[in-house]
């Protein structure tokens, strides 16, 4: 059995991960750590949880080490970077879901993260990516970054139209539609349940640094090339899950059959991807409801000739594959286990 | 008072219509018709609505011309088509609902409405138009046709641009977010309770015809232009109320201050049209919650200096601005009442 | 006009009155009052509300006394306790929307608001009660407090079965369950959007003040008793509405023909009482769906012959018929206006 | 592997099913059976489940036998009636889901049951009752029915009160409330999501066939009585989840700590149903967001000493514990598997 460990255990991302867990036969929860909640149990703050695990939530302090294999960090980006650097030499494994390390470049990460110091040496030993794109890479990796849950599903929605079409896209507009379980538990007037019943409020509307972290990457990858990526973000009155639409404008020539062929190839063999036709009945393109509680993200490219554009769509279950169902498809990586390991779990619908 | 006759009495927007003529201080509730609930009070139609009128559905004929001063045509376009022949030159005067005459060019018509016969003439002499931009031409109007709820969002957003800047917008891309009253009620699985509950639907990804209605519109407008208008819609799990998301690319030069200017000035004394300021509280930007069961539009503009765009937010109640409010706000004018008259209720937040 | 003040002017109550006198063709907003949000304007805190009233929130002391006529407290039981104790005297109506001084026995007070200091003298003074049962005190009356809004759907649905028919009820069990608004704005984890989205939450299992607040005021009424009265309460996911479940066994003998005529004539000309028939369409028996934004309440009785009990159904908005509704109802009896005076609006539906 | 077949398999319970026992390790999809979309894949009718499992819905004849071990009727209860008829000779093992068999008591069955034709032999022959309770029996079991959701949450909660604790129970009144997935898809106006989202709807007020299945069981237990079993049933807008409360009066004496250890004792070993204690933090009681997704029934039973009742509350994912999920749980005790294989999926929360 792996040694795990979830530090940042009461938030949601940190639930997700000790509930994946659970259910993972390889993994096992051997260590809980925060700073708000500490003493208290697991089931206590997951009420969904009604485990004895035999753990409390205890401070982080490198003695750990000793405790723990691979070490989860569902922590606010400060906390990430200051526990990434205690931890990179100490821990066989970190695996950070915060966006602390998700910007290679230094400017654009003081852009997006102005509060966020970490040392440039250390985020260059980071791995980061989705694991479909960046799988060789995270094999035996000690530190891993992973993206963002909107950051995902774009990646995951335009990579075949660069890395397989090899496509320049001229202009990228994206706009995110995600549930109140996205922006985490802040005790807001405006995230009680009253005023997030009947909203669709725009919450970023003029841009999201989820966009930074995407375009970062993309730029560095070896096909096709991003102009202008910018996004716009809105809350929906659902809890989970989240839908990208990403219009992209480019002066390559692609017709819908070659864009559903490009999609099926290059996501052949991935066992969370799943290219949906837009032929099917009853849900017939990517809409998270298709996703709830399973790894998979969901994604379609449409063309519409009229507009002169290409409708690209992808779904997921934020808590999942953008935070928790991700990082432990990293870690079946990172240890050479089969990548859909604990992760088997398929969509709840309805729900 | 003013005899109104409702047909499409079994509707959502037929319901809204009944439900605004009943506290509207001079609009008397003087004919409900329909084909498919002949027979049937309204209260059994609408359990809001627990009221004796003393009327039963009945089938249009010509001789509603004796017991109404004005008809409100909340049908599907191919039957508003009918009943306004049948209508026009006999009674007073005629308000669709539909899209049966909004899109001017026969082309286009005939591109978004296939299954719906007109003759051009006819067409030619509906008023078509929000009524803050075509006031003066609704004034003594026979023929009406008003704007879808998606066209009635985006022609207030980009208004203020064309006709008070003067702007040339070169590529305009609108995503829209409805609720489910937004498509009628059809016995659809796909629109029971549990499959709507935590969707976010992709339901017109590559194009919506009322976009077609807008670019029809502005294209003949005085000043400004719009090249590319493209649009793509969404259905998100609330039940009344849309927002609107137009992305506008323009050469011309503007800031945030000029905008807000615009828009302000531009309103300035429309009572239904609100521009918000965006450092409000609570709810900063247009959100569909805020004008519940209301006849506001709320509308603001944001400049995205590092995207190089502009965001325009539009938000209504589609039953209410997008459909039965503007319709009674049409027949205000029409008739020389004040143009709020029993249009005065105030949005219900929470619900 | 009759100039009103709002003292809780930042809550869900305070909001709704502010909504409602923006209707009312006799009522104005003359001040708005509150500890926590002093200095600030209405549409600030009420983003529906974007209108100037020229206010803003002060703090209350005696003073008001030149400026209003009439005093609605939407504070929670302890400030409405001492408000009233300043105002009893200088204002000619105070209308207590909070517990205060609901229950007029003082162990029973004790038992059930033992944080509520108040004089039995104060108390005494009070006319307590659902506006339908206590229309003739209310005249004149310058001292009001108003039932809790779970109160109010228990006691209209039972009246008729002790104050028409006269009936001993034996054991009386009410459920009930409510929306996300009925429990006022707490910045409560169990309270955000994603923890009340999926909930049916037993918030009140074994008991409830407002049960002891029916108990009281039914045990003084002139005919029919009941024996034991006892509640539990729910949270459901929707904001507004509730509807409370009245199960009761009497050894009188009742079949439906007697329920549906003495319902039916004991609210024969109360505008907002609608006697439901159970044989309607669509929604056939109390749902708060179909009262929403409304000041109606909906009551139904069905006899279970099997089962030898009677349901009593009934529906209301918490925020209108349950608070701020109810309270203008009061003040326009309180004053000589027609009951219905700026109470209007018909449900919202669907919504 | 274990061959299963489901029949039904368009309808809700079909495709919890199948997710099911997708992700089962010892049972395999061997036969998809169904009347109304024969030649669909499961994938086409569940767009949760896009699996290929190289089936499509087939009509069910005698044939099956030689593909299947067991059979899982999914099915209204007049087809599962034929079916069973047709399979119980033939096939190892059927399990049904309906109600076609729960009710042993002949005039009991006509009452509640009386378009349900079955022989009263084929009745006899099966077992009936919720796992936990009929454990034993269920081994080797061929014919097997299952509970109705309901009534699965009603018998765990009142189980130890009579089978414990030796309680006679006067009078229970039960109050059931679920989401819009516990009646399944009906294409009906009032299920349309505009018409749940904002709704609490008694569609059962003064009675329900799963009290009758309820009392029929427990009159058969060795210990304890139930004297009258009454039920009121609700919709509450959500999709998955029930809760049952039970308000029950007994002259035996009891106290909260009595209560608690017999609830504890009673199911001490019993994977999924998990005894709340009332003083856990969040979410305190049992509340169906709780179990959503999971094989879970919480439980626990208050005391409320002052009204002079036990309040008993159960929640269970109508879905699962309620359908699919105990089925699957009462096939692994049928072949012997360890009773949790395949049900050990943690509850998705929030959601």
Redesign the interface.
């Known amino acids: 059995m792996i040694r795990a460990g979830v530090v940042g255990a009461s938030g ?1 991302a940190g ?1 997700e991960l000790i ?1 994946l867990i ?2 993972h036969p390889e993994l096992e929860l051997a260590f809980v750590g925060g700073s708000s909640s500490v003493g208290r149990r697991p ?9 004895d695990f035999g753990l409390t939530v205890q401070p982080v302090t490198e003695d750990i080490a000793d405790q723990v294999d691979v070490v989860f960090l569902a922590t606010p980006a400060p906390a990430s970077a200051e526990l990434a650097a205690l931890l990179a030499d100490r821990v066989p494994s970190v695996i950070d879901l915060s966006g602390a390390f998700r910007i290679r470049t230094p400017e654009l990460h003081r852009r997006w993260y102005p509060k966020v110091d970490r040392s440039t040496e250390l985020a260059d030993r980071f791995v980061y990516g989705v694991p479909e794109l960046v799988r060789d890479q995270l094999v035996d990796a000690p530190l891993i970054s992973l993206p963002g849950c909107y950051a995902t599903a774009i990646t995951l929605g335009l990579a075949p139209l660069t890395l397989e079409l090899g496509l320049d896209l001229r ?1 990228v ?1 994206v ?1 995110g ?1 995600s ?3 996205g922006g985490g ?18 919450y970023s ?3 999201h640094r989820h966009a930074g972290e995407v375009a970062d990457f993309l730029a560095r990858a070896k096909s096709g090339s991003v102009g ?1 990526l ?1 996004m ?1 973000a ?1 809350g ?8 990208t ?1 990403s ?1 992209v ?1 480019t002066d390559g020539t692609v017709d819908q059959r070659t864009l559903q062929r490009a999609y099926t190839r290059f996501y052949k063999g991935d066992r969370f991807v ?1 290219v949906r036709r837009h032929d ?4 017939p ?10 790894n998979y993200c969901d994604v379609t490219a ?3 000739e ?4 290409i ?1 690209v ?1 992808a ?1 997921l279950d934020n808590l999942v594959k953008g935070a928790a169902g991700q990082a432990v498809q990293a870690a079946n990586i990172r240890f050479g286990l089969p990548e859909e390991t604990g992760l ?8």
């Not at 009680?192 to 409020?201: D, V």
């Not at 009229?306 to 554009?309: D, L, M």
């Not at 088997?344 to 729900?351: D, E, G, H, I, Y």
């Open positions: 949601l639930g509930r659970t259910q089931a206590e703050l997951h009420p969904n949880l009604r485990i202009t507009l706009d539609k549930g109140s379980s538990l802040h005790l807001r007037t405006a995230d009680l349940h009253p005023f997030r019943n009947n909203a669709i409020t725009p509307p003029t841009g202008s910018t716009s809105y929906v009155p659902l809890v989970r899950g989240l839908l639409s219009y404008f799943r099917e009945t009853l849900i393109v990517p809409d998270p409801q298709a996703v709830l509680g399973s449409l063309h519409d009229e507009g002169g554009r409708v769509l779904a088997t779990m398929q969509p709840v619908l309805p729900a």
